[in-house]
């Protein structure tokens, strides 16, 4: 095959981390690459094997494709890309412009092949550039062919050499969350199509409704922004969205949903000029965790606007329902109330009535008259009894003793029951998560050990408890450039200069680490988690960062693993950027066993356990530490309450839930022998 070897020239060390990109993160952006070229269909298909196992993922379209004499710039230059001056036909800015998307691809697989076909004179050509996952130059192009005038422009990417269980991408939660995706887009441009695992995706045939609430303003260093927000309902599925967009609407960070809505489906589009700016400057991903600029104000009143919407349509659909009771003739009162005692009795029902109607469809859709009229009857009667029917009611129908049912009913007056359930909900998933790790930590109990980053960590970073309730996750994969910038961004400017910002921070960091480029202590090294926690209960200001790295199963913590860590704090603590006055650091390096000099170095007289250094006149340590001492400690602040539960569940079932939850980063279980 004649060519030649792409050398990729990168403007900063995050090579590894785009080759380790969520699944649908990555497939999204390529779609978004077909759309960028101004393609008209794309078809995104899903080839299984013998065993259901993904063999082939390729994405088609007959976009204007990437001329030969670009095809250099586009693959070599990471990090910079010719999109940011491009718009499309209809004048929107593009939505790749940071020049990672194409890179993302060797994420899904270890071979990735882009097929173009474009158009030249008045000649067909062609051309491929083959990907390969673990190389310094990933990318082989091929010299260019002409090809017959009927073969149709456009690209095709192959992904193949799929190692890990990307099954979920048949099944219809992908389906649904790449319709949330690219809905506004669709919608705004009805002659695209995209077609999704043979199936097109219509966001019309499966919204429910869209509303848009009034724009508002916002202030963000000392610049007006315009904010628009279109709330989507869908018919189907469940998911609670909130995605911050471009101005043009185009998703670019989804955030947390919490407070908002438990009952509704649906997806908000939060769209504005200043998300387009964050992004390019790579400050979208923490917009929630400082308040810096007054960014996590201005996420707060995003979030205070749609709660205000859904209550408000709460309202509405509530009194839309009592309205139908009455004009059907199965409300059971007919005079208004008369007393206070009558009114309180009054709304309790039509609380009731209203969740009974939305939470219990057969009553709507196949009870008669007749039976709703006595099922609300009983409402009415029980509501209207002593609180002795009503504990009789209640021990009935949960199958509670009295004394229990006393305290039941005590408890949710203070507390909603859904936090209740979620409570227990959140302790029994957290048990189960401790038997599971540990099996896979221990027990080994695939085909394959679990591979550090693209399995074990994707698993940790959603459950960072393990290491301690009081602390929230700052960066997750990034480099320790990016820790000393969030670091900077949570504790404020103080220990620098404070008028500096964000952009100015990034510069001073890129500048001072100039000169450590290739020494151990460079900051472009990526240790794996970053976390953090304010110790309220001494001084409000007073922080603790803990940057974890940790090793796959099998890997002993030994000589080299303490040097890396030792690297990472000397790199990190060494700078001016990293606050000694209020902070205490922690670096902390964890696998499944420590080896001979680890084991010494880890119990040292004088010093905690698991503690290998901690210089007296500095505020950090640095610690090397088994994964069974994390799960024993974790295990030990959750045994009162799986005692308090009477909690049991059997390793089969702990691999089945578990299996649900992280499928796609786990190898296939080992077979059963016959």
């Avoid at 990034?478 to 510069?507: C, F, T, Y």
Wanted: glycine share 4%.
């Amino acid at each position: 095959m004649n060519g030649r070897r792409l050398k990729l020239k990168t403007r900063s060390d995050f090579v590894q981390r785009l080759t380790q990109a969520p699944m649908m993160g990555a497939l999204e952006e390529l779609i978004w690459n077909c759309f960028d070229e101004r393609a008209t269909t794309v078809r995104v298909s899903v080839k299984l094997n013998d065993l259901d196992g993904v063999d082939l993922i390729e994405i088609v379209d007959d976009g204007q494709s990437l001329p030969y004499d670009r095809a250099r710039d586009a693959f070599e230059n990471l990090g910079s890309s010719n999109k940011v001056t491009r718009t499309l036909e209809s004048g929107e800015r593009l939505h790749g412009r940071k020049g990672e998307g194409r890179h993302k691809a060797l994420s899904l697989g270890s071979c990735a092949t882009w097929h173009f076909t474009y158009k030249k004179g008045d000649q067909h050509f062609s051309y491929d550039i083959i990907g390969t996952a673990g190389r310094e130059d990933p990318f082989f192009l091929t010299n260019e062919e002409k090809v017959d005038k009927n073969v149709p422009l456009g690209c095709c990417v192959a992904i193949t050499g799929i190692s890990k269980s990307l099954f979920a991408l048949t099944q219809p939660d992908a389906r649904r969350h790449v319709a949330s995706q690219f809905a506004p887009f669709l919608l705004r441009h009805p002659d695209r199509r995209l077609i999704f695992h043979d199936k097109q995706i219509r966001p019309s045939a499966v919204i429910a409704e869209r509303r848009k609430l009034h724009p508002f303003t916002v202030t963000h260093e000392r610049e007006t922004f315009k904010i628009a927000v279109e709330i989507i309902h869908w018919k189907d599925g469940e998911r609670r969205e909130l995605f911050l967009c471009s101005g043009n609407g185009i998703p670019l960070h989804e955030i947390g949903n919490r407070s908002l809505s438990g009952t509704a489906n649906f997806s908000a589009f939060v769209s504005s000029d200043l998300f387009d700016r964050l992004h390019d400057q790579n400050l979208l991903s923490t917009v929630e965790l400082t308040a810096e600029s007054g960014r996590k104000e201005i996420i707060n009143l995003v979030r205070k606007k749609v709660r205000h919407y859904f209550r408000r349509r709460l309202q509405r659909e509530s009194n839309e329902a009592l309205q139908r009771l009455h004009d059907e003739g199965s409300y059971p009162y007919a005079s208004t109330p008369k007393s206070d005692v009558d009114r309180i009795e009054r709304r309790v029902f039509d609380l009731c009535a209203v969740n009974i109607s939305r939470h219990l469809p057969s009553f709507s859709e196949k009870m008669d008259l007749d039976g709703r009229r006595l099922l609300l009857r009983v409402v009415r009667e029980a509501i209207s009894q002593n609180p002795t029917s009503v504990g009789k009611i209640i021990r009935e129908v949960c199958r509670l003793p009295e004394r229990d049912a006393k305290s039941f009913a005590r408890l949710l007056d203070d507390v909603p029951l859904g936090n209740v359930v979620h409570l227990g909900t959140m302790i029994s998933e957290r048990l189960r998560f401790l038997k599971f790790f540990e099996a896979i930590v221990y027990l080994n109990p695939f085909d394959q050990v679990v591979k550090e980053r693209t399995q074990l960590h994707r698993i940790l970073a959603a459950n960072t408890w393990l290491f301690g309730e009081e602390y929230a996750l700052g960066t997750d994969d990034e480099n320790l450039a990016s820790i000393l910038a969030m670091h900077v961004a949570i504790l404020g400017r103080e220990h620098i200069q404070p008028e500096l910002r964000d952009h100015d921070i990034q510069k001073l960091l890129s500048s001072f680490n100039q000169d450590r480029k290739k020494s151990p202590e460079s900051l472009a090294r990526i240790p794996d988690l970053m976390l953090w926690r304010r110790f309220v209960e001494r001084r409000p200001d007073e922080y603790e960062f803990l940057v974890v790295e940790i090793k796959r199963p099998g890997v002993s913590i030994g000589r080299q693993e303490i040097a890396q860590i030792e690297d990472y704090a000397k790199a990190v603590v060494t700078t001016p950027f990293a606050d000694s006055e209020r902070t205490r650091w922690v670096f902390l390096v964890v696998s499944d066993e420590l080896d001979e000099h680890a084991i010494s170095r880890a119990h040292q007289q004088g010093m905690p356990a698991y503690t290998i250094q901690k210089p007296v006149d500095s505020r950090y340590e640095i610690r090397a530490m088994p994964w069974k001492q994390l799960i024993r400690t974790a295990t030990a602040r959750h045994d009162h309450l799986e005692k308090w539960l009477n909690y049991t569940v059997t390793r089969e079932r702990v691999f089945e839930l578990a299996e649900e939850t992280y499928a796609e980063f786990l190898p296939p279980p080992k077979k059963k022998p016959r």
